[in-house]
């Protein structure tokens, strides 16, 4: 059945319809996962608000439009019970709100775009449509921020925000590009550059895409127990490879690690038990 529910990018904009939902979701006992953006701030922007877009003369959008839409949600989640969950936390004063409600005692978890943990505004420089997204890239600081609070357990998932889009999507003006990265097929050979950075050990980032999205929805994760039917990814962490467009499964060639030396591979995916790929 229904295990959770969602907006999307389409956030409610009464905050009396949002409270009502909430307390119908917590009846239920559902989660709701929230892309936390102010629709009147983020309105016709499309970059973070900073030096760049500043120099660009690219329309912005204030850190404020997430933080205000994370207070906004924590403090009527507190009212009300429910369990909330925060998708592609972009800003270092959101993961902070976050984790000084899970210090509360509050029902709050929060994922991060692999994305975020990686690049910033300044990746939009010479108007890389590539690396259009929504949330906006940040600045170094709220990078800085984001990892800190992955290691320090705010984050329990890292997720791939795959987006894909056609060339032509990617080839407007900066402004009517589409926002998105195409990135299912880079999530783990990027996680594992958290590893060799020293942000996360190796376990902990399996656990982020495994166990902890599992955790979101209040699932038990199967692990490796005896009996199970093996749902298990067999991946190397040493091989390195290019990343080219030609070279990737998915319609969409979106990214901006196009060109780029991956290390790390799936070797082999196995679903109920039955070999599904094998490299």
């Not at 959770?4 to 319809?17: C, I």
């Not at 589409?178 to 299912?184: K, L, R, T, V």
């Amino acid at each position: 059945g229904c295990v959770a529910l969602s907006n999307a990018w389409q956030p409610v904009k009464n905050n009396q319809t949002l409270r009502r939902c909430m307390e119908y979701a917590a009846t239920f006992d559902l989660t709701m996962f929230v892309n936390a953006q102010d629709a009147s701030l983020a309105s016709g922007a499309c970059v973070h608000e900073g030096a760049v877009a500043t120099r660009l003369g690219l329309p912005s959008i204030p850190e404020a439009a997430e933080t205000i839409a994370v207070v906004t949600h924590i403090l009527l989640a507190e009212q009300t019970g429910i369990r909330l969950h925060f998708s592609q936390i972009s800003s270092g004063i959101s993961a902070k709100l976050i984790g000084e409600a899970q210090q509360r005692g509050l029902a709050v978890t929060a994922d991060v775009a692999i994305h975020q943990l990686l690049l910033t505004e300044g990746n939009i420089d010479q108007y890389n449509s590539l690396s259009h997204c929504m949330p906006p890239l940040r600045s170094v600081s709220d990078r800085q921020s984001l990892r800190s609070a992955l290691t320090a357990g705010t984050f329990q998932a890292i997720t791939s925000d795959h987006r894909p889009h056609e060339n032509a999507a990617k080839a407007r003006p900066f402004v009517e590009t589409e926002p998105g990265i195409a990135g299912i097929e880079t999530l783990l050979p990027l996680s594992l550059r958290l590893v060799d950075e020293g942000v996360l050990s190796l376990p902990a980032m399996v656990k982020c895409l495994t166990a902890g999205p599992d955790s979101v929805l209040g699932q038990s994760s199967k692990g490796l127990m005896v009996g199970e039917k093996a749902d298990v990814v067999v991946f190397g962490t040493e091989n390195t490879w290019q990343l080219e467009a030609a070279a990737l499964i998915s319609s969409g060639k979106n990214t901006p690690f196009l060109g780029e030396t991956m290390k790390g591979a799936v070797a082999a995916t196995i679903q109920g038990g039955a070999l599904k790929y094998e490299a």
